[in-house]
């Protein structure tokens, strides 16, 4: 079992920046591949980004290539997602997650976060 607390959200402009942090605790981090998945207002949850367990690998969905970069520090026990030019469509809550295997674009995650707020203004 692993949990995992999502911070970092909050409001910013258009064009802003934000970079969102998930603590780990339980199980260690560097065992599972993690991704950051977002759910806007009437909308489906949606994959954003994806990273191996020992960060070797990455992959975004394609509205966040070049603008969002996923990354994690095992030994922090912490994966990050750094968030650049931030648009309106942006706009979601940002939840964090742990999978059994490298699976790039799945939304299907064994261990979910909370969840946190992330509301671009335009």
């Known amino acids: 079992q692993v949990q995992l607390v999502e911070s970092g959200g909050g409001l910013v402009q258009a064009g802003g920046s934000l970079r969102l942090s998930c603590a780990a605790s339980?199980?260690?981090?560097?065992?599972?591949?993690m991704g950051w998945l977002r759910q806007a207002p009437g909308k489906e949850r949606e994959f954003v980004a994806t990273?191996?367990?020992?960060?070797?690998?990455?992959a975004y969905t394609d509205s966040v290539k070049g603008r969002f970069t996923i990354s994690r520090d095992n030994a922090k026990n912490t994966v990050y997602l750094q968030m650049n030019s931030l648009k309106p469509e942006d706009t979601a809550v940002y939840y964090c997650?742990?999978?059994?295997?490298?699976?790039?674009?799945?939304?299907?995650?064994?261990?979910w976060g909370q969840g946190t707020q992330v509301t671009v203004s335009s």
């Open positions: 997650a742990a999978r059994g295997s490298y699976n790039p674009g799945s939304t299907e995650y064994a261990y």
């Open positions: 339980g199980r260690t981090v560097g065992n599972y591949p």
């Open positions: 990273i191996s367990r020992y960060g070797t690998s990455t």
